[in-house]
């Protein structure tokens, strides 16, 4: 019985030692950015007039507010997805813009596009989804009533894979056009500043990676 208890008690210790190294690895800006790296690939976002004209401008919602002084930009500046979609619409990439999120999120990224002197004849909105499968489905029949197949898709960089892989599934051809994300700015702080935010990042990645992995296993990206 002691033997049994001895070997439970060693993996108990593998097991925390590996976790804590793990944990440790994670809060490097290092590994922070090759785990970002490897998600966003070579994806980077353009000036507005090097993207190509297309049928629809596509903004997904889900775009995280941060209150870290990193991040201090206007809420729709241009690192922001409703930034990067007013600029697009702005450089006249497209003649009309969809804006797609549930619980509210569409409208109320449009009244904030109105009141930037968006034009209200060339702003829709997709009110049902809540996640990025959603966003695709929910998207899809208004841009067929367009007959909008070419679309600029703007999300985040990190999410980008996974966005621009449900609309192509559903048949769309895809340019992405990512917001400049705030996680992408060089990390800056105090040491355990630097470590805190490295650790978000890296845990915002891997989430990712996980969901894209499931998104390609279940067929959907």
Request: glycine letters at 10%; a positive charge; charged letters at 25%.
């Amino acid at each position: 019985m002691k033997s049994v208890v001895d070997r439970i008690l060693k993996l108990a210790w593998v097991l925390l030692l590996a976790a804590t190294l793990l944990l440790v690895a994670a809060s490097t800006p290092t590994a922070a950015f090759w785990l970002e790296c490897a998600l966003v690939g070579p994806t980077r976002p353009l000036a507005p007039a090097e993207y190509p004209r297309v049928a629809a401008i596509v903004v997904l919602g889900g775009e995280k507010e941060s209150n870290d002084p990193v991040d201090a930009d206007a809420s729709d500046g241009s690192m922001t997805r409703l930034g990067t979609g007013r600029a697009l619409l702005r450089a006249h990439r497209a003649p009309v813009i969809l804006l797609s999120g549930g619980k509210g999120e569409a409208e109320r990224m449009k009244s904030r596009l109105l009141a930037q002197g968006g034009p209200p004849a060339r702003i829709l909105i997709e009110t049902r989804s809540h996640d990025t499968r959603e966003n695709a489905l929910y998207s899809a029949p208004i841009l067929r009533r367009l007959g909008a197949n070419r679309i600029l898709l703007v999300t985040s960089s990190m999410h980008m894979r996974r966005a621009a892989g449900s609309f192509r599934k559903l048949g769309f051809d895809v340019i992405p056009a990512p917001s400049p994300d705030w996680a992408r700015r060089e990390l800056r702080g105090d040491f355990w500043q630097v470590r805190e935010r490295a650790l978000k990042r890296s845990g915002e990645c891997l989430h990712e990676l996980l969901g894209l992995g499931v998104y390609e296993g279940l067929g959907w990206a």
